[in-house]
């Protein structure tokens, strides 16, 4: 089970950070890779960032590279994406997800895996 947490209002070229955090035990947390994902009304739900097992490596989508970072501490079982620069474009719901296909550069949603209710973020002055 996991949970999305942390989004809201901010104003363009503003920064947030959101939280991913799961239940169960940080040993099995830390098992998974972490993605985040994201999806508007218009759009379909779109890859964002993905951190490997033991955060050592990590692959954003192009749109995110050099705003974000993606980071995780296992025995706090949380994961959480730093976005700067942020603009109205950026504006979704966001989701992440956790599976067992160790490529980090992998951006399709394992279909096996439940979606959270996600965070929301939205940019507006």
């Known amino acids: 089970q996991l949970v999305e947490s942390g ?3 901010v104003r363009p070229a503003g920064s947030l950070k959101i939280s991913c ?3 169960g035990s940080g040993r099995l947390f830390g098992d998974y890779v972490s993605r985040w994902f994201r999806q508007t009304p218009e759009k379909e739900r779109t890859f964002v960032a993905a951190i490997s097992r033991n955060g050592a490596r990590t692959y954003y989508s ?7 970072d993606i980071s995780r501490r296992n025995i706090e079982i949380t994961v959480w994406l ?6 109205a474009e950026d504006r979704a719901v ?7 296909r160790s490529d980090v550069a992998i951006i ?5 895996r439940y979606w959270g ?9």
């Not at 192009?62 to 974000?68: E, I, N, S, T």
């Not at 730093?82 to 603009?87: D, F, I, N, R, V």
Request: aromatic fraction near 10%; glycine fraction near 10%; proline fraction near 2%.
């Open 21 to 23: 955090s799961a239940s």
């Open 62 to 68: 192009d749109f995110m590279k050099g705003r974000a």
């Open 7 to 9: 989004g809201g209002l």
């Open 117 to 125: 209710q996600g965070t929301e973020i939205t940019v507006s002055s």
């Open 94 to 100: 966001y989701y992440c997800l956790a599976d067992l």
């Open 82 to 87: 730093q976005m700067y620069s942020l603009q």
């Open 108 to 112: 399709d949603a394992d279909p096996s």
